[in-house]
């Protein structure tokens, strides 16, 4: 076992009654029970699993992950009338609870207890100087009036700037930048790359990729306009985004038909794919445990041969009339180079098709 070193935590040495990877399933677990008496309603549960996934990645699996954003989500839902100090205390009491009874009738593993402790204390003693930056103790809001945004955008109108803009076609990335033509009291005209247009009206929407001077990114309802010959895009309706969903690492496709993919023999149809993770509907509800390890077998009509691969749950959503699952993929070298041939290839079609639409 690593022994605590100060301001960074330590990952546990497994032994035959417990087991870091089952247990993130019972730490969120606690994290969602102890949150209905700390944080208030409107913590909704897709922010709750990500601010457990975050602090059980950084305590339990590796070092270096910026847990203040989760921290100061954490701090900006308590409730006033309790202390984040005590809510994270009491979690990590749970866990130390839980680990103690997996250690009866695993003498030989009762030294490492003391080193939990102290390793432990390290983290909440981190994570509490981490909230007491004046960063981490400003109150935000997710939700933002119209008025703001716009009055933003027009600021940057002004001063001739333009905005870079986002969309996904099928899955794939369009990203060009906009100027910004025109604003009223609730709409704002931009004129962007033809492609972007295409993207844009074809999913209804737009991304704004401002955060670093606004303090998040935007997206808005897009309605496409022509004004005195010129294709404009209207945007009204803006939404702050406080997650980067929108801006994944890896580029994520969807198949060029129907494609079945089997969950634990269970048949699904693909939705989408990318290096990184998977998507797959299904019409019936498959009773998978969030964090559950599943294998994931990817017919050869993909990829030219079979891939079974591990993977982890880790988002369950409503998809039309059924469930939409959405797993983290461990690929090891060949498949990831198979799949990433694929991804490339596919990549290529989707492009190809929105160029064509220009035509």
């Not at 690593?2 to 417990?18: C, D, R, V, Y």
């Not at 087991?19 to 709750?48: G, I, M, W």
């Not at 250690?103 to 981190?126: M, Q, R, T, V, Y």
């Not at 794939?172 to 004129?191: D, G, M, Q, R, Y």
Request: glycine share 4%.
């Amino acid at each position: 076992m690593h022994t605590p070193e100060s301001g960074t935590t330590f990952a546990l040495i497994e032994h035959k009654n417990f087991s870091v990877k089952t247990y993130k399933q019972q730490f969120v677990k606690s994290f969602l029970e102890h949150s209905v008496h700390y944080t208030k309603p409107s913590f909704n549960r897709s922010s709750k699993l990500k601010t457990a996934a975050a602090l059980y990645d950084k305590f339990f699996l590796r070092h270096n992950i910026d847990i203040a954003p989760s921290l100061e989500r954490l701090n900006r839902y308590k409730k006033k009338e309790v202390s984040l100090d005590y809510f994270l205390s009491d979690l990590f009491f749970k866990f130390l609870s839980d680990y103690t009874h997996s250690l009866i009738g695993a003498s030989n593993d009762w030294k490492h207890l003391n080193n939990i402790i102290k390793a432990i204390e390290a983290f909440l003693d981190e994570c509490h100087h981490m909230t007491l930056s004046p960063s981490s103790t400003q109150e935000t809001n997710d939700v933002i009036p119209d008025d703001v945004a716009i009055t933003f955008l027009e600021t940057l109108r002004r001063q001739s700037q333009k905005i870079r803009v986002l969309n996904t076609y099928h899955s794939i990335p369009i990203e060009f930048t906009a100027k910004i033509v025109h604003t009223s009291a609730n709409k704002v005209l931009i004129k962007a790359h033809a492609l972007q247009d295409i993207a844009a009206t074809y999913q209804g929407g737009i991304y704004i990729l401002c955060e670093e001077a606004f303090g998040y990114d935007l997206f808005a309802k897009v309605t496409p306009r022509v004004i005195k010959g010129h294709d404009l895009l209207e945007l009204s309706q803006f939404d702050s985004l406080t997650s980067g969903i929108h801006k994944r690492q890896t580029v994520r496709v969807a198949p060029l038909s129907q494609t079945t993919v089997l969950i634990n023999n269970y048949s699904t149809v693909l939705f989408d794919i990318s290096l990184g993770g998977i998507s797959m509907v299904c019409p019936r509800d498959l009773k998978l445990e969030l964090y559950e390890r599943v294998t994931v077998k990817v017919p050869d009509t993909l990829c030219g041969t079979v891939l079974h691969i591990e993977a982890e749950l880790i988002h369950v959503s409503t998809f039309e009339d059924g469930y939409k699952y959405h797993f983290q993929l461990e690929l090891n070298p060949s498949q990831e180079s198979d799949l990433g041939k694929y991804i490339y290839q596919r990549q290529n079609e989707i492009i190809s098709d929105l160029k064509e639409k220009l035509i």
